[in-house]
């Protein structure tokens, strides 16, 4: 068994003192992370940028320690999903254990609350947010308390985040553990259980087990330092032994036959996940006998809750005698080497095989499919993963094993045929099993190349093409490093050499690669150059389902060999690279830097789109362009006589097409040709009030405040849209307007006093609707304007050059009044980052959410919070609200406009009740919906709602959802493969199984991407 957890960046932020709850656990086989950690992976990283870099001191009890480092530059670990570095220690003795920040400056803000054991890991010490102890020494650094650790060796990931990089100081304390251990921590102190027909629980506890030491072993790579013992006196053949735990407690449960001072392990059953209820069926006991069982948690350390209940069942005897009993691994974790992996297991001795019956033991993959049988226990492992072994005693004269289908047969099937499982038929079907996880422990690397050149000029008769290796190749002992050649198109091994160095005798495209190999196992004297390919060479390893431990970098690194021309393209330098569009045309100019241009050559500069499409071609150093857009600039340089640029593009009309005749892209004319480009940008630059529909807010002033209130206005790119022509100005004529709203308030009349700054040619119009009456109208005014008003009457005002009159510009404007007056638009809401209905999740970290309005109104803005009946239940200060601080429930978010100071705004007051001091106050014209959730499963702050289970699981797990549509699912590793992926159109409500092939275990992403969505993300793990 084996296991990744959930291992979220526990990052807490000290001024909360939290930590993120972690209820995903389980499957039973922490990888050899360490084989992934190549110097490659590493880059410029840290010593202890892994756990085999890291120091371990050896802790005195009562005596601090102090270890000192820096993370900067730490690698992500895949395990974790953060940027760490280790420190490890070992402890004599059960400890309490403090690690503290103490002298780190500046002050690390944040970290992880867990220790690892094992290097590489296999497993887990958890932690609870109650052993965080802000502000430990004083000078504002954190500690960390591990109650109860056992003896042995640990490592602490030391995080790098934002506010906590650089150098560290950590004090290690061991102090003796306190607490007495429970009373059957020892095997001699086992408690008696009494079987009974029904499961009648007893309580018990592992709570400072570990004061004890280990007393017993573990299956797989559990640890069981903490368990505690239990005996009973079989009633029957048959027993059902089951464990409910509390709620973070994660069951290991071990039953042995003999005495304590002689045990010998019959089976073990591990629960899935923290709380999970976990049977042991026991088969083949003799009535009578004592059998001893060992109640742990899985995990290291002391688990985060203690308690759980047990009991014993006897199955009642049946006329079928027959009792497949149960095995143990001979090894439990098996390093894969090929078709000569061997799994095997000891029956514990529990089997009753009645005459005329016989026995056959099954293989069978994580979701229970049975692959294979033998009438031994003993298989070849198909490949990396998770498989159990099973046995079945059986009579042939009324069960075939024929019958078992290779491949689709699963154990619930056969199950459902014998007696055992309600069927018909006397057999008996080994349910636990024995489990076995096959891992790749090859830790060879081929690393990478670098290429001398990535394009190598051809030259007669040969030229030497080379690369570099980085320095992050693995080699094992007795192993030994090959370079190859291959022909990019096919693949094709064309030369070995044992440097990274190769002559050719022709252009194309070739890839050099690293192969490491050891001789006792792979012959490279088996490549033939010009018949072997990568792929026959790649399979013969185990990264690719071979049988051998070796690295070949089958992508390698590429140089292209090719025909160069004579001279060189030099470098475009712009006047700009954006600019804004003016109608009809903007104008880009450039000069052309450093070039070298052949006798009887010509220079020609191509503009295309966004898509490559060719658009105009130039000589000079200036060019058109039309519209709003990304374009590209390219330079030509070619001979006029092979290539006629006129002609060609009669024809040619892309920048892909023309590069295709050339050389470089595999043509036959001779010409040097920028396919790149320069990037050019034609930019929309009008004003946000371009729009009649989109009017800028002003607050009629009063004259005296002016000089603080003056708008400044530009129409420089502003358009016409589809206003008429002011009506007293030229009809025919093309106009670049910007509009303003304002309310007359208690006015009976306005003034607008205008600059028009740099415009040659201005106009104001006043009307009272888009499409409504002008009321005013005057071109070029010298004097301010002035307008009679009805009170309270919203008005626009429209601000225009005539273009065949002048030029516009910038301009200051102030529209003044006998009194004050604002106006009010409540526009529309939502969060920042433009989401109207969100999730959050009500959990131990801050769900800090900004809002934003789509109201330019020259007034205060205020955000609400009320309940589905509009009753206030929070009113945001500015624009952002923690939603961790409201209960599990449905809230809409308000936004009001309003000048003066709101009233009516306590909590419990209604919505439609609020009023204002001001003049004006407008509601939003609708609301964010935002849902506080206790999440579990799939979820993502805006995405809809997902669930997932089993996590951990045997290698398949369910997917729900409540949206309707088509969506992707893919498995990535911790590496970043995507190793499946699986699409299917899904109904709200419906589940989807999915089941991987092939997928060895540990942890995983599963990511889920609904069509038209954000993708959701959530961590499994995979026994």
Known sequence: MSVKNDCKQLLFPLVLSLLTTVAHAQSHTLPAIEQQAT???????????????????????GTPTTVTGNNENAPTDPVFQANLVWEGFTIPDCADLMVSYCGTDPDFLGGLVYLVTGCPITNLVFNSGANIIPNQCGDGNFAIRFPSLPPGTYYYPVLEAPGSSGDYTLVLTASPCAGTPPPNALCADAIALTPAEDCVYTSGTVEHATTVGPTGTACG????????????VATSSSHDITVQPSPEFNVHLSLISGSCTGQSLLACAIGQNFGTTTTLSATGLTVGNTYLLRVADWYAGAPRSSTFDICVVAIASTTCEAAAGNLVPDLANVCYAGGTTVLSATPSGNALVPPGFTTLY??????????????????????????????????????DPASIQEGSSTIGSLNELFIQGGGAICASLDITGAGFTVESCCTASAGTLTAGGSTVCWQEPVVNIAATPVGDAVVPAGYSVLYLLSTAVDGVIRDTASTASFEVTAPGGYRIHTLVSASTTYDPGTIVPGTTTLADIAAAFLSTGGPHCGALDINGVLVEVVTCCPGS?????????????????????????????????????????????????????????PAIGAYTLHALVS??????????????????????????????????????????????????NDDCSTPEFVTVQLLESCQGGLIQGDNTYATQGDAAAPSCADPGSAYADVWY?????????????????????????????????????????????????????????????????????????????????????????????????????????????????????????????????????????????????????????????HDGTLQGLAVGDALMDITTTGQCMDLSQNAVE??????????????????????????????????????????????????????????????????????????????????????????????
């Open 39 to 61: 110097p490659m992976w590493l880059g410029g990283a840290p010593p202890n940028g892994t756990c085999s870099g890291a120091g371990v001191v050896a802790l005195q009890m």
């Open 221 to 232: 790579n559990g640890d069981v330092s903490d368990g505690v013992w239990y005996s009973f």
């Open 362 to 399: 099954l293989l069978t993959s994580a979701s229970e499919v049975v692959l294979d049988q033998n009438d031994q226990p003993t298989f070849i492992a198909p490949g990396v993963g998770s498989f159990s072994m099973r046995t079945l005693v059986y009579e042939p004269a009324t069960f």
């Open 569 to 625: 393209l030099g470098l475009i330098e712009l006047a700009e690279d954006t600019l804004c569009y003016r109608a009809p045309e903007v104008t880009f100019e450039w000069s052309w830097m450093g070039a070298d241009v052949p006798e009887g050559y010509g220079v020609h500069y191509l503009i295309a789109d966004a898509q490559g499409d060719i658009l105009d071609t130039t000589t000079s150093t200036m060019i058109e362009v």
């Open 639 to 688: 001979d006029t006589i092979t290539l006629d640029l006129a002609s060609a593009l009669d024809t040619i009309l892309t920048i892909e097409a023309l590069n295709a005749l050339l050389v470089q892209g595999g043509g036959s004319i001779c010409a040097l040709f920028d396919l790149p480009g320069t990037d050019l940008h034609v930019i929309d630059c009008r004003p946000a």
């Open 741 to 897: 709203v304002i309310n007359s308030g208690e006015n009976t009349g306005i003034t607008i006093l205008f600059d028009p700054g740099t415009m040659t040619s201005w106009g104001i119009a006043v009307q009272d609707a888009c499409a409504g009456t002008e009321l005013l109208c005057e071109v070029q005014p010298a004097a301010p304007v002035d307008l009679d008003t009805e009170p309270n009457t919203t008005l626009l005002i429209r601000v225009f050059s005539e273009l065949n009159m002048g030029q516009p510009g910038q301009f200051t404007m102030c529209v003044t009044g006998a009194v004050t007056s604002t106006i009010c638009d409540g526009g529309l809401v939502s969060t920042a980052s433009g989401q109207t209905i969100m999730n959050v999740c009500q959990d131990a970290f801050p769900d800090v959410i900004e809002f934003a309005t789509s109201s330019s109104a020259p007034v205060n803005y205020t955000y609400v919070v009320t309940d589905a009946d509009s009753m206030i239940v929070a009113v945001v200060a500015g624009n952002a609200l923690d939603f961790n601080g409201l209960l599990v429930g449905a809230y809409l978010v308000h936004g009001i406009s």
């Open 930 to 1023: 935002m849902r506080v959730e206790v999440c579990s499963g799939l979820a993502e702050e805006g995405s809809p709602a997902w669930t997932l289970w089993p996590n951990p699981n045997a290698g398949a797990f369910s997917l729900r959802s409540t949206v309707d549509g088509p969506i992707v699912v893919q498995l990535i590793t911790a590496d970043g493969r995507v190793v499946f992926e699986q699409g299917r159109v899904m109904r709200s409500g419906e589940v989807m199984t999915v089941t991987p092939d092939n997928v060895g275990s540990g942890a995983y992403l599963v990511r889920v991407r609904p069509e038209g969505r954000a993708p959701v993300v959530q961590r499994i793990f995979v026994r």
